[in-house]
């Protein structure tokens, strides 16, 4: 059996909210949460299976772009989940785009508390819209979900702004994900009396499953051959119109179906530590570095949290590690830093400043286009 499959303006998060109501229901179609601005040549299929309540568009980070089919039971799984993690249901503040899981996942935990989540106004995030969604809400429980540049982004203007820094230390949760967040972020936010959770997941789990290192509700985890691997009932169930993709990504083993992340980890006491992509080894000089390592040490100096290391030519060493960032650091400093830690080879060759990142649609750095630039040189 099939359902329409309805594409859904985001302009107004309310009506996607009672869209997903009405899909996870299954009163109404399946819904395709879409962005202003996006091309209109960009088509999806009119219909879906039944079982498929969500469908999330997801240009990743270093491929072409997927469409994401979840089921109600996957998605209504997700909210219960983050509920049972957070010690009960609350009112949610809605600063991510809805056409991205973080963002539906917002209206889906809002859906199962009961309770409307408020939207901070369009715009860049600052002060004064936060504060004014912020004054909106109702509910004494609250709850918000950010990426790390937008948390940077906040931490750097409560550390100058009380108003901002009580109104988001009132929350009782702060779920930050999509990339990882810096330590020194999440140091400088805890000392503004935030309450912070770092979650890890991905569109293909319906979001977060990780907090802070571990799974929560139903959620398993494994690694194997150093790739991290989830599974448990908020699984996507395929990408539609992609077989081939969708039998290399999600494998089964012993009766369980499991996504396999690009991500490489390590488990230590029960507790995940992300340790970078897998695809992002290089080979400098005879040996190899994980451009993921570099970048971690990279984001936690001052004024880099949004760094990003890609490989860049050399034509001694082949490829070499390259920092490209919008801002202006020493690069022996940098280097001194990287070299503290990891082996000589690990330190960035070069820095590429540029006046902005370019990002994917998720907000998440475009590593295609800066690859490209690095190798262009500008």
Same mark, same amino acid.
């Given at each position: 059996?099939?359902?329409?499959?309805?594409?859904?303006?985001?302009?107004?998060?309310?009506?996607?909210?009672? @869209?997903?109501?009405?899909? !996870?229901?299954?009163?109404?179609?399946?819904?395709?949460?879409?962005?202003?601005?996006?091309?209109?040549?960009?088509?999806?299929?009119?219909?879906?299976?039944?079982?498929?309540?969500?469908?999330?568009?997801?240009? #990743?980070?270093?491929?072409?772009?997927?469409?994401?089919?979840?089921?109600?039971?996957?998605?209504?799984?997700?909210? @219960?989940?983050?509920? &049972?993690?957070?010690?009960?249901?609350?009112?949610?503040?809605?600063?991510?785009?809805?056409?991205? /899981?973080?963002?539906?996942?917002?209206?889906?935990?809002?859906?199962?508390?009961?309770?409307?989540?408020?939207?901070?106004?369009?715009?860049?995030?600052?002060?004064?819209?936060?504060?004014?969604?912020?004054?909106?809400?109702?509910?004494?429980?609250? %709850?918000?979900? !950010?990426?790390?540049?937008?948390?940077?982004?906040?931490?750097?203007?409560?550390?100058?702004?009380?108003?901002?820094?009580?109104?988001?230390?009132?929350? &009782?949760?702060?779920?930050?994900?999509?990339?990882?967040?810096? @330590?020194? !972020?999440?140091?400088?936010?805890?000392?503004?009396?935030?309450?912070?959770?770092?979650? %890890?997941? &991905?569109?293909?789990?319906?979001?977060?499953?990780? %907090?802070?290192?571990?799974?929560?509700?139903?959620?398993?985890?494994? +690694?194997?051959?150093?790739?991290?691997?989830?599974?448990?009932?908020?699984?996507?169930? %395929?990408?539609?119109?992609?077989?081939?993709?969708?039998?290399?990504?999600?494998?089964?083993?012993?009766?369980?179906?499991?996504?396999?992340?690009?991500?490489?980890?390590?488990?230590?006491?029960?507790?995940? &530590?992300?340790? #970078?992509? +897998?695809?992002?080894?290089?080979?400098?000089?005879?040996?190899?570095?994980?451009?993921?390592?570099?970048?971690? /040490?990279?984001?936690?100096?001052?004024?880099?949290?949004?760094?990003?290391?890609?490989?860049?030519?050399?034509?001694?060493?082949?490829?070499?590690?390259?920092?490209?960032?919008?801002?202006?650091?020493?690069?022996?400093?940098?280097?001194?830093?990287?070299?503290?830690?990891?082996?000589?080879?690990?330190?960035?060759?070069? +820095?590429?400043?540029?006046? @902005?990142?370019?990002? !994917?649609?998720?907000?998440?750095?475009?590593?295609?286009?800066?690859?490209?630039?690095?190798?262009?040189?500008?």
């Amino acid at each position: 059996m099939t359902r329409p499959l309805a594409v859904v303006d985001t302009a107004d998060p309310l009506a996607c909210l009672a @869209a997903l109501r009405e899909a !996870l229901s299954g009163d109404g179609p399946a819904v395709l949460f879409r962005g202003g601005g996006v091309n209109p040549v960009h088509t999806a299929p009119l219909t879906v299976e039944q079982r498929i309540a969500l469908v999330v568009e997801t240009s #990743g980070t270093t491929g072409r772009p997927k469409r994401v089919a979840l089921s109600a039971d996957a998605v209504l799984a997700s909210a @219960a989940a983050t509920e &049972s993690a957070l010690g009960g249901p609350g009112q949610w503040l809605l600063a991510l785009p809805v056409q991205y /899981i973080a963002g539906s996942n917002v209206l889906a935990r809002s859906l199962a508390a009961g309770t409307t989540p408020v939207p901070v106004p369009p715009g860049r995030l600052t002060t004064e819209r936060v504060l004014e969604a912020v004054a909106a809400m109702e509910h004494p429980v609250r %709850y918000t979900a !950010l990426v790390p540049a937008q948390l940077s982004r906040l931490v750097d203007e409560a550390e100058a702004d009380d108003d901002l820094r009580r109104a988001l230390a009132g929350f &009782s949760r702060i779920l930050v994900g999509g990339q990882a967040t810096p @330590a020194p !972020l999440i140091e400088r936010a805890t000392a503004l009396g935030w309450h912070l959770t770092r979650t %890890y997941g &991905s569109s293909e789990t319906c979001g977060g499953v990780v %907090y802070d290192g571990v799974p929560v509700g139903q959620a398993e985890l494994r +690694i194997v051959d150093g790739r991290v691997e989830l599974g448990g009932p908020t699984l996507a169930e %395929y990408y539609l119109d992609d077989p081939e993709r969708t039998a290399a990504t999600f494998v089964e083993h012993d009766g369980a179906r499991w996504y396999c992340t690009d991500d490489a980890g390590e488990l230590e006491n029960g507790v995940l &530590s992300v340790t #970078g992509r +897998i695809d992002d080894t290089i080979v400098t000089g005879g040996l190899k570095v994980r451009l993921g390592d570099v970048e971690r /040490i990279v984001r936690e100096q001052p004024g880099l949290a949004d760094a990003v290391v890609v490989a860049g030519h050399h034509p001694e060493w082949g490829e070499v590690p390259v920092v490209v960032t919008t801002a202006r650091p020493a690069l022996d400093q940098l280097r001194r830093a990287v070299g503290a830690v990891l082996p000589p080879e690990a330190r960035p060759d070069r +820095i590429l400043t540029v006046d @902005a990142l370019p990002l !994917l649609p998720s907000g998440k750095p475009d590593r295609l286009a800066l690859a490209r630039r690095v190798t262009a040189g500008h």
